[in-house]
């Protein structure tokens, strides 16, 4: 079975150096993003199975990255919103979006590879239906 | 025409090994500047090498050139993930930028990867929330021209962070100018959020001679641009003579490095005689080391104090020395011009983190 693929789109060199190395550890294909362009080039080109998104990213912030990818069905993969926006409107703005789940940061790096876990296996049985389906 | 080739360019065969083992020792003895150099010579030859690549990092960290340490010792963390010496250094680096919960993350990997280790717990015991009080007693006495008698100041401020960014503090400043002595009360409140800050503070001092009889101020700062923020403070005091409002709008520029800050505001004052004067003041910061932190100012701006606001002409310099983590010394000097007479006032100051 091939490994599930993720990717991590956040402005923070330090944060993504970390994730990649506890998910990779964890037994993922890891794929980073710096800004929320670049996050939206991946997706179309590598179609990640979850997508670790930080809201605050220059170029273009996450919020926007989830809405085109909700919004224009350009994913179906699960999104954890990794923020330290913690407002309430912020966290109910993310989901109404379509985030997965949202994730305050400071984080701690067990509980996001639990919540990942989660996810790819909640996520398993409709993404497999879905992966081959295509924006419209 | 006859055209001389350029002469090769003299090739100097440096065995790698033995120059990353003089660079390490450079970086080792206190020389970073040294090491950098020799360091990105072996990583020109042998671009794999981590522990090069970690040594660099940890060269341009001592340096201050945060941004490029940075971008080292993430390449090391790509390439050797497990290399607990990339990670103490990123936790570093964020400490130097006092983000301490990003520092707090990479310390967390470099435990997990070296538990017990003494440097890391070290570390992660340097990154621990700082106390939630906090105590500043200062003294400060000014010598007057023309002999007039000297002017002496005593300041007790008690803080207290209450979370979600906020904080709350009061004051009490007792002051004698001229034979009379004010005592003023402040109380004050701060919010941090990200990327910024604000302060509201009310006082007053009973039965004023020079001080406000009461004074309000607001202000805050917020991110601009990376490493640049946007200063506003607002204020209202009302002396026995009348009434003087202040708006000062202000720029403050971190350099890369994080070592030095520079801030500058436009002081804008309506006197107590409802005449607009303004003037500017511009301050300097450079945290030589990491106990040792340095400034300098100027200022030439309207100033009120005993019952009339007056152009000023200061300058000022200071140190502020870490005597432990929790335990501060301040020490400051300032020179002031004014029509009136001139200032000479050495401050003596500690702050207390408990």
């Known amino acids: 079975m091939s490994a599930s693929r993720i990717l991590i789109a956040d402005d923070d060199p330090l944060l993504r150096a970390l994730l990649v190395h506890r998910l990779t550890a964890d037994g993922y294909e890891v794929a980073t993003a710096e800004n929320g362009s670049q996050a939206l080039e991946a997706v179309a080109q590598q179609q990640p199975d979850l997508i670790v998104l930080d809201a605050l990213m220059p170029v273009m912030d996450g919020f926007e990255v989830l809405r085109r990818l909700k919004g224009g069905g350009l994913s179906d993969a699960p999104v954890i919103m990794l923020t330290a926006l913690k407002r309430e409107q912020d966290i109910v703005g993310a989901l109404q979006l379509g985030a997965a789940d949202y994730l305050v940061k400071p984080f701690i790096p067990d509980e996001l590879g639990h919540r990942v876990r989660r996810l790819l296996q909640m996520g398993k049985p409709a993404e497999e239906g879905s992966r081959d389906r295509r924006p419209a | ?354």
């Open chain 2, 1 to 354: 025409m006859i055209v001389v080739p350029p002469e090769p360019a003299a090739v100097v065969q440096v065995d790698p090994q033995n120059l990353y083992r003089s660079a390490v020792a450079d970086r080792l003895a206190g020389r970073p500047a040294e090491a950098v150099p020799k360091l990105e010579q072996v990583l020109a030859v042998r671009p794999d090498d981590v522990d090069a690549r970690v040594n660099l990092g940890l060269a341009l960290l001592a340096l201050g050139r945060l941004d490029e340490a940075e971008a080292a010792l993430v390449e090391v963390t790509r390439r050797a993930p497990t290399y607990v010496d990339a990670w103490v250094g990123l936790a570093r680096i964020r400490q130097r930028r006092h983000d301490l919960p990003a520092a707090r993350l990479a310390a967390s990997e470099a435990a997990r990867l070296a538990p017990g280790d003494a440097e890391v717990s070290a570390l992660q015991a340097s990154l621990e929330p700082s106390p939630p009080w906090r105590l500043d007693v200062g003294a400060a006495r000014s010598r007057l021209s023309g002999g007039l008698p000297d002017w002496t100041e005593a300041r007790v401020s008690l803080s207290r962070r209450l979370g979600d960014g906020w904080s709350a503090g009061a004051a009490v400043e007792i002051t004698e100018r001229f034979d009379n002595t004010d005592v003023y009360l402040e109380a004050r409140m701060d919010r941090a959020f990200d990327g910024g800050g604000l302060y509201l503070a009310l006082g007053g001092a009973p039965d004023a001679d020079y001080r406000p009889e009461i004074a309000f101020a607001v202000g805050g700062h917020a991110r601009l641009a990376p490493r640049i923020d946007a200063t506003l403070d607002a204020s209202a005091a009302r002396y026995p003579t009348g009434t003087v409002i202040g708006l000062h709008p202000g720029l403050r520029a971190t350099l890369p490095g994080d070592r030095i800050q520079l801030s500058a505001r436009w002081i804008n004052v309506r006197d107590e005689n409802g005449v607009h004067r303004s003037g500017y003041s511009a301050l300097a910061r450079w945290q030589a080391t990491d106990r040792v932190a340095l400034r300098a100012g100027y200022a030439d701006a309207p100033e009120s104090s005993e019952g009339a606001t007056v152009d000023v002409k200061a300058g000022n310099l200071g140190a502020d020395l870490g005597v432990t983590d929790r335990l501060t010394l301040r020490i400051g000097l300032l020179s002031e011009d004014r029509d009136a007479y001139d200032r000479e006032e050495l401050s003596l100051g500690l702050g207390w983190r408990f």
